[in-house]
C-alpha cells in the first residue's frame, strides 16, 4: 500500500484564515473567542463564542454560488480552495477522476433547520422554502466541495461529531494509500448555530469566559465553527514532483465507548483504545510519541479522563510527552476541530514549533501532564498523535510523522 | 492477498414488515407498499408505521431512543442474531456498526429547536440534545448493542448504504475489526415527507413505477437493513458458513449541480464499471442487476443509459429488479435494501419480481420473478445529488 503525505493545508477559522494567519496566530497564542453576533444569545446564561467574524465566502465563490450554499458548505469550499493552491499542485492537469473529498461534521447545515422552523412558526409549514430542504442534508457539504473543484471521485461526509475530521481525514488516507484515487480533499467543517448553541448551554457545559483546558478552574468548552482541509495525496507522487510535504499520514485507529451518549467512559476506555489502535497501525509505540494534540474541550469531565488516558498508556512517561490542546484559542470548532487540529500537527511536525494550551493559570494535580502551557515551543517533534473523542462515544486518533527528504 | 470478505448475517425492517422473511414474501409477491400514510396525514410513502420494538430490543433503554435509531437497532439485532455471533458480556472492541443514512435523525434536531424557539431556550430538554447528532443512531445503537469496535457513520446521499457497507468491507480488510455490523437507516418523518414533496421529488400520481414510461416520480420509504460482516477466515474459525461474498466497489461523483442527476450518465457508467473491475470480473459476468430506480424520471433515465452504455447489448437477457416499486426511496437505508435483495436473489438462484413492471427499453425487468444468468449481481445506489455508487456481490464458494 502506498504511503500518504499531506501537501496541502487550508483553514478557516476565528484566529485567521490561510494557513500563514492562522498558524503565526496559534503559535502567538491569539485567542478567536468573542461575543456571539450571529443570533442574539439574549437568552442563554453566557454570551461567547468562537464566531469567524471576517469570513467572505465571495472570496471563494461566485455570488450564484454563494446563494445556493451553506455556511459551513462555504467555509469547507474556501478551506479546500486554499488547501490546493498551498499545495502547488498544477490542479488543472491532474485528472479529476482520481480526486476525492472526504469530510466531517458534527451539524452539516443547521440554520436551514433553523430557517424551516422560522418559516414553520410564522407560516405554516407550507411556508417553509424548498430551497433551506434542498440544502439542508450533511452530504451535500462534500458534493459542493467537489462540485467546485471539478472532483469525480468518491465523495462523502463522516457525520462522527466532534471526531468527525480525524474520520474524514483517515478515510482519505485509506482512498489513497490503496489506489483509488490519487488525491483527496480530507477534512471537517461546522459552522456557529443557535442549535449547537442550546444543546451545549443545557448540557451545563459552555465556559462563561473563557476556555482553560486542563487547568484546576476550567469550567468548560466554548463553541466554535471553522474549516479546515488537507490535501493528501501519495508520498511518493508528492516527492516526484517535488511537493512541499507537511507531514506523513502513518495510520489512524478508531473506537466506540458504548457507555453514554455525551459523558465519556469513566476509565477513558475508548480513548485509551483509539490510541492503542492509531499506534499499532501506524507502527509505534509510546516511546515513539513526543507531542500529542489534545482533544481537551476545557470541560472538567473530559480534560480529566483525557489525562487519566494518556497517564494509563504513557505510564511515567505521560508527563514528559508535551501535549496541548488548541481549542483554548479556537474555542470547539466541533466537526472540523480535529481537521483544524491535523493542519496544525502537520505545521508542527514541518515547522518544529508545537502550540501552547493558553489560559493556564492552575495546574491540576489531578491532570498530571504536560500541557505547554501558554507559551508555544520548539521542540522538533517527530511523530503526533492526535486525538479527538464524540458525542455517540466516537473516538478517533490520527497519527502524523514528519517527513525528512 | 487481501481477507475475503463475507456476509454471515441479515437484517430488514421495512414497510414490507420486519424480518427477512417478511421481506422476501412481500419482493416475491410482487406488490408494493407505498401507500397514502395514515401516520403522516396521507403522505404518500412506504410507512413502517406503528412498530413495536420489544421483541428484538426488550424494555430497557428503549424510551430514548428515536424513530430511526429503533429500526437501526432492531435490523442489526436480527443480523446479530442471524449470524451466530456469541455475545461478550460487557461488549466486544472487535465488533462494530458502519451505517449509513441520508438524515440521522432530522425529526430530533428540528424538534429540539422548535422546542427553542417556541417555549425557549431554558425549555429545552438537555437529554434530547445527544439525539440531534447524525451519528446518534449509529452511538445509541451501540450502547444498546455494546458494540465498542469501529462506529461510524457515512453520508453520501442516496448512496450511503452501499458507501457505508465498502467502508466495513475495507476495514475488515485492513483487519480493524473483527466483526462488522453494515447497512443503511432512514425514518420518514413530517420534515422528510415535506422535503421530499417540496423538492418535487414524490410522484403526484401516487404510482411509483421504476423505468416505466409513464413514471412521474417516487415516494419516500423507510426502513434500516443490516449484514453482519467478517472475513472468511473468522466465519471459517468459528465454524459459521458465509452466505455471500462482498467483491468489488465503485463510486464516482459527477459533479452535477445539488439536486440534479446527470442523465448522460457517464459518472453512473464509471461506477458501474469500477465495481465489476475491482470485482476483477467483466460485464459478461454480471448475472442479475439490483437497480437503483425509484420512479424518477431523469434519474430512471440516467440509470438506463448507464447500464446500455456498460453492457451494450447484452442488456437484453440480463435481468434487473427495481426493489424501489416495492419498499419506494429509503434514501440512507436504499443501497442496503438493494444488497440484501441481491442476497436473497443469490439464494433462490432468481430476481424477485417488480412490483407493476414489464419489459421495456431494451431493459429485462419484469413483474414476475427471473432466473439470473450468472452467480454475481450488480447493486446500484446513484444519488440525485451526483453520487453514484456500485457494489458487486456473489454467493460464496471457496
Known amino acids: ?405 | 492477498m487481501m481477507p475475503r470478505v463475507v456476509v454471515t448475517g441479515e437484517g430488514m425492517i421495512t414497510a414490507a414488515g420486519a424480518g427477512i422473511d417478511a421481506a422476501q414474501e412481500a419482493l416475491w409477491s410482487g406488490k408494493t407498499v407505498i401507500a397514502p400514510s395514515e401516520r403522516l396525514n396521507g403522505a404518500l410513502m412506504a410507512d413502517v408505521g406503528e412498530f413495536d420494538p420489544t421483541p428484538w430490543l426488550g424494555n430497557k433503554g428503549v424510551r430514548v431512543l428515536d424513530r430511526g435509531t429503533r429500526l437501526l437497532c432492531i435490523a442489526a439485532q436480527m443480523a446479530l442474531t442471524a449470524s451466530k455471533y456469541t455475545a461478550v458480556a460487557e461488549g466486544d472492541p472487535d465488533l462494530g456498526l458502519v451505517v449509513g443514512t441520508l438524515f440521522g435523525g432530522v425529526h430530533s434536531i428540528a424538534s429540539f429547536d422548535w422546542t427553542g424557539i417556541t417555549e425557549g431556550p431554558n425549555w429545552v430538554s438537555p437529554m434530547e440534545f445527544a439525539n440531534t447528532v447524525i451519528n446518534a443512531p449509529a452511538g445509541q445503537a451501540a450502547i444498546k448493542q455494546k458494540l465498542r469496535g469501529v462506529n461510524s457513520t457515512v453520508c453520501s446521499g442516496l448512496a450511503s448504504g452501499l458507501y457505508a457497507m465498502s467502508y466495513a468491507a475495507d476495514f475488515l480488510r485492513f483487519g480493524r475489526a473483527r466483526y462488522l455490523l453494515t447497512g443503511g437507516m432512514e425514518e420518514v418523518c413530517e420534515e422528510t415527507s415535506l422535503g421530499f414533496r417540496k423538492l418535487g421529488l414524490s410522484s403526484p400520481s401516487g404510482a411509483v413505477h421504476p423505468f416505466a414510461e409513464t413514471r412521474d416520480g417516487a415516494a419516500p420509504g423507510e426502513g434500516a437493513a443490516i449484514w453482519m460482516l467478517e472475513t472468511a477466515e473468522t466465519a471459517e474459525a468459528r465454524g459459521v458458513e458465509p452466505m455471500f461474498e462482498i467483491l468489488g466497489f465503485g463510486a464516482v461523483y459527477d459533479a452535477h449541480p445539488t439536486i440534479g442527476y446527470n442523465p448522460r450518465g457517464e459518472g453512473a457508467a464509471a461506477a458501474i464499471r469500477m465495481a465489476i473491475a475491482n470485482s476483477e470480473l467483466k460485464p459478461e459476468d454480471i448475472g442479475g442487476i439490483i437497480a437503483s430506480a425509484n420512479g424518477s424520471p431523469a434519474g430512471d433515465e440516467m440509470e438506463a443509459r448507464a447500464l446500455k452504455a456498460v453492457f451494450g447489448d447484452s442488456l437484453t437477457g440480463l435481468p434487473l429488479c427495481a426493489p424501489k416499486a416495492l419498499f419506494g426511496e429509503s434514501m440512507g437505508a436504499g443501497g442496503a435494501i438493494g444488497a440484501l435483495v441481491a442476497g436473497f436473489a443469490l439464494r433462490r438462484g432468481e430476481l424477485p419480481p417488480t412490483a407493476g413492471a414489464s419489459a421495456a427499453n431494451g431493459l429485462q425487468l419484469s413483474s414476475s420473478a427471473q432466473a439470473l444468468r450468472g452467480e454475481n449481481i450488480l447493486i446500484n445506489a446513484f444519488s440525485c445529488d451526483g453520487n453514484n455508487a456500485s457494489l458487486v456481490v456473489r454467493s460464496w464458494k471457496k
Open chain 1, 1 to 405: 500500500m502506498r504511503r500518504v503525505a499531506v501537501t496541502g493545508i487550508g483553514v478557516v477559522s476565528s484566529i485567521g484564515t490561510g494557513k500563514d494567519a492562522f498558524w503565526s496566530a496559534l503559535l502567538g497564542g491569539t485567542s478567536g473567542i468573542s461575543t456571539v453576533s450571529s443570533f442574539d444569545s439574549a437568552a442563554f446564561p453566557v454570551h461567547i463564542g468562537g464566531e469567524v467574524k471576517d469570513f467572505d465566502p465571495l472570496k471563494y465563490l461566485t455570488p450564484e454560488r454563494a446563494a445556493v450554499t451553506g455556511r459551513a458548505t462555504q467555509m469547507a469550499i474556501a478551506a479546500a480552495k486554499l488547501a490546493v493552491a498551498d499545495s502547488r499542485l498544477d490542479f488543472d492537469a491532474v485528472d479529476k477522476n482520481r480526486v476525492g473529498v472526504s469530510m466531517g461534521t458534527t451539524s452539516g447545515e443547521p440554520l436551514f433547520v433553523e430557517q424551516y422552523n422560522d418559516a414553520k412558526k410564522a407560516g405554516g409549514e407550507e411556508a417553509v422554502p424548498a430551497e433551506a430542504m434542498g440544502r439542508y442534508p450533511c452530504h451535500t457539504m462534500p458534493a459542493q466541495v467537489a462540485l467546485e473543484l471539478g472532483a469525480h471521485g468518491p465523495v462523502t461526509i463522516i457525520p462522527t461529531a466532534c471526531a468527525a475530521g480525524n474520520y474524514a481525514i483517515g478515510y482519505g488516507y485509506d482512498l489513497i494509500r490503496t489506489g483509488r484515487v490519487d488525491y483527496v480533499l480530507a477534512g471537517g467543517a461546522d459552522a456557529f448555530s443557535r442549535i449547537t448553541y442550546t444543546g451545549f448551554s443545557r448540557l451545563g457545559a459552555i465556559a462563561p469566559e473563557k476556555c482553560q483546558p486542563f487547568d484546576k478552574n476550567r469550567k468548560g468548552m466554548i463553541p466554535g465553527e471553522g474549516s479546515g482541509m488537507l490535501l493528501l495525496e501519495p508520498l511518493d507522487a508528492a516527492v516526484a514532483r517535488g511537493a512541499k510535504i507537511y507531514a506523513e499520514v502513518l495510520g489512524y485507529g478508531v473506537s466506540c465507548d458504548a457507555h453514554h451518549m455525551t459523558a465519556a467512559h469513566p476509565a477513558a476506555d475508548g480513548a485509551i483504545r483509539c490510541m492503542q489502535n492509531a499506534m499499532k497501525e501506524a507502527g509505534v509505540t509510546t516511546d515513539d510519541i513526543d507531542y500529542i494534540s489534545a482533544h481537551g474541550t476545557g470541560t472538567p469531565t473530559n480534560d480529566r479522563l483525557e489525562s487519566l488516558a494518556i497517564r494509563t498508556l504513557f505510564g511515567e512517561r505521560a508527563s514528559r510527552v508535551p501535549m496541548s490542546s488548541i481549542k483554548s484559542m479556537l474555542g470547539h470548532t466541533m466537526g472540523a476541530a480535529s481537521a483544524i487540529e491535523a493542519a496544525a500537527c502537520s505545521l508542527a511536525l514541518d515547522t518544529g514549533w508545537i502550540p501552547a494550551t493558553m489560559n493556564h493559570e492552575e495546574t491540576d494535580p489531578d491532570c498530571g501532564v504536560d500541557i505547554v502551557a501558554n507559551k508555544s515551543r520548539k521542540t522538533n517533534p517527530k511523530i503526533i498523535l492526535n486525538n479527538a473523542y464524540a458525542f455517540g462515544g466516537n473516538n478517533a486518533c490520527l497519527c502524523l510523522k514528519r517527513y525528512v527528504a
